[in-house]
């Protein structure tokens, strides 16, 4: 079986993406999706729209080595 993030064959691989509204039930999970396929993610959101937020239930405000 194939998982989704062998489809990308490295594509994201050191990229930098930029995602808008990153704290959000969907941009949370984009960038969740996208830490895993190696990209560099960087956030910009006004807000996190509930407590607790995806955002921390993933843990993505934590650093990674």
């Not at 960038?31 to 956030?43: H, I, M, P, Q, S």
Request: hydrophobic content about 40%; overall charge negative.
């Amino acid at each position: 079986m194939v998982s989704s993030f062998d489809l990308f064959d490295g594509t994201f691989d050191r990229s930098k993406v930029l995602i808008t509204g990153h704290s959000g039930f969907k941009g949370s999970w984009l960038t969740f999706w996208l830490r895993g396929l190696n990209a560099t993610v960087v956030g910009l959101s006004d807000r996190k729209v509930s407590d607790p937020c995806m955002f921390d239930i993933l843990g993505l405000g934590e650093d990674r080595e």
